[in-house]
C-alpha cells in the first residue's frame, strides 16, 4: 500500500504562486508514474499534470501549460506542484495520484491509471 499526503494549499490572490507538495509513504514509488489532479465544486476531476519516475517526461493541461510545473524528488517520496499566475479558474482541490502500472503515456491523463490517491489540499485564488 501507498500512503499520499499532499500540503501547500491555502488562498492566494490572482496573479500569485503556489507549491504543492505530496509525500508517500509506505511502499517505494519511486518508479511509479505521480500526477496531480484538481476537483472544483460542481465539476468532474480533472487532470492537471504527471510526471514519470525518472522525471524525464511531464504532462500538463492545457489549462495549465507554462504556469504550472511539476517536479520530483524520489530521495524524499516527493512530487512537487509549482503553480505561479494563478486565477480564479484555479479554484479547486488537488489530489496527488501515484500508479503503479505501465501505459503508453497518453493514459496517464485518465484517473482510472492511478493506483493510490491522497485526500487533496485546498488551494482558493480570489480575484
Known amino acids: 500500500q501507498v500512503q499520499l499526503v499532499e500540503s501547500g494549499g491555502g488562498l492566494v490572490q490572482a496573479g500569485g504562486s503556489l507549491r504543492l507538495s505530496c509525500v508517500a509513504s509506505?511502499?517505494?514509488?519511486?518508479?511509479?508514474?505521480m500526477g496531480w489532479f484538481r476537483q472544483a465544486p460542481g465539476k468532474e476531476r480533472e487532470f492537471v499534470s504527471a510526471?514519470?519516475?525518472?522525471?524525464?517526461?511531464?504532462l500538463y493541461a492545457d489549462s495549465v501549460k507554462g504556469r504550472f510545473t511539476i517536479s520530483r524528488d524520489n530521495a524524499k517520496s516527493t512530487v512537487y506542484l509549482q503553480m505561479n499566475s494563478l486565477k480564479p479558474d484555479d479554484t479547486a482541490v488537488y489530489y496527488c495520484?501515484?500508479?503503479?502500472?505501465?501505459?503508453?503515456?497518453?493514459?496517464?491523463?485518465?484517473?482510472?491509471?492511478?493506483?493510490?490517491w491522497g485526500q487533496g489540499t485546498q488551494v482558493t485564488v480570489s480575484s
Open positions: 510526471i514519470t519516475w525518472s522525471g524525464g517526461t511531464t
Open positions: 509506505g511502499r517505494t514509488v519511486r518508479n511509479y508514474v
Open positions: 495520484a501515484a500508479s503503479s502500472r505501465t501505459y503508453s503515456i497518453r493514459n496517464y491523463y485518465s484517473g482510472n491509471a492511478y493506483d493510490y
